[in-house]
Nanobody, 115 residues
Framework: QVQLVESGGGLVQPGGSLRLSCAAS????????MGWYRQAPGKERELVAT???????NYADFAKGRFTISRDYAKNTVDLQMNSLKPEDTAVYYC?????????WGQGTQVTVSS
């Protein structure tokens, strides 16, 4: 079973940047699908960005041009670079991965954008 651990969340001012990292317990080469999702208080969990094993990416409209999903094979992580952050980006961010048709979720990391 895949275990995922997110890190990199925190408090940042509007316009700032954060880089989230998701460490996997298995080699990320074996993950067919990786993604970042977020859930704000009182709202449903929503997709932020996804990355397939073939390298195809998909972004939510709010993430396009500001967020970048990538893999770091040396660190065995899936990262989310977030720039130009806005207060509405405040949420718990979750890492997601699929391996052999089994879906795994991380425990989440809090991102708070506030002055």
């Amino acid at each position: 079973q895949v275990q995922l651990v997110e890190s990199g969340g925190g408090l940042v001012q509007p316009g700032g940047s954060l880089r989230l990292s998701c460490a996997a317990s298995v080699n990320i080469y074996s993950l067919t699908y990786m993604g970042w999702y977020r859930q704000a208080p009182g709202k449903e969990r929503e997709l932020v960005a996804t990355l397939t094993t073939g390298g195809a990416t998909n972004y939510a409209d709010f993430a396009k041009g500001r967020f970048t999903i990538s893999r770091d094979y040396a660190k065995n992580t899936v990262d989310l670079q977030m720039n130009s952050l806005k207060p509405e980006d405040t949420a718990v961010y979750y890492c997601n991965a699929v391996r052999y048709l089994v879906t795994a979720w991380g425990q989440g990391t809090q991102v708070t954008v506030s002055s």
